[in-house]
C-alpha cells in the first residue's frame, strides 16, 4: 500500500497550488482520502476529505481552508487532488495524502508547501 504526494513548493501569497495523491496497492475507491497538514511547530491539522464510495463521495472542509480549496478524486486513476488558492503564509506546511478504510489506514510521506514573497 502506498501513498505518493506531489505538487508542493513556493508559492507567493495569493498565489494557488495542486497538490496531487496517487495511490496504490489497496482497493482506492472504498477508502475515504483525507489531506491534512503539519505546520512547524504545531500538530497534524485535518483539511479536507473525499469519501469512499460506500459513503456517498461526500467532501468535508476544515474551517482553515473551506471557501478555499477544492479535493477531487479520479477513481480511474487512484488519484486525488486539492487545489487551494489564495494562500496565505498560515498555509505553509508540509501536506500528506491519508487513505482509511476501518482499520486500515494509510499515510503519504507528504509534500512541502511554503507560501513566501
Known amino acids: 500500500e502506498q501513498l505518493v504526494e506531489s505538487g508542493g513548493g513556493l508559492v507567493q501569497p495569493g498565489g494557488s497550488l495542486r497538490l496531487s495523491c496517487v495511490a496504490s496497492g489497496f482497493t482506492f475507491s472504498i477508502f475515504t482520502i483525507s489531506w491534512y497538514r503539519q505546520a512547524p511547530g504545531k500538530e497534524r491539522e485535518f483539511i479536507a476529505l473525499f469519501s469512499g464510495a460506500s459513503s456517498g463521495g461526500r467532501t468535508h472542509y476544515s474551517d482553515s481552508v473551506k471557501e478555499r480549496a477544492t479535493i477531487y478524486r479520479d477513481n480511474a486513476k487512484q488519484a486525488v487532488n486539492l487545489e487551494m488558492n489564495k494562500l496565505k503564509p498560515e498555509d505553509t506546511a508540509v501536506y500528506y495524502c491519508?487513505?482509511?478504510?476501518?482499520?486500515?489506514?494509510?499515510w503519504g510521506q507528504g509534500t512541502k508547501v511554503t507560501v513566501s514573497s
Open positions: 491519508n487513505a482509511r478504510r476501518g482499520s486500515d489506514d494509510y
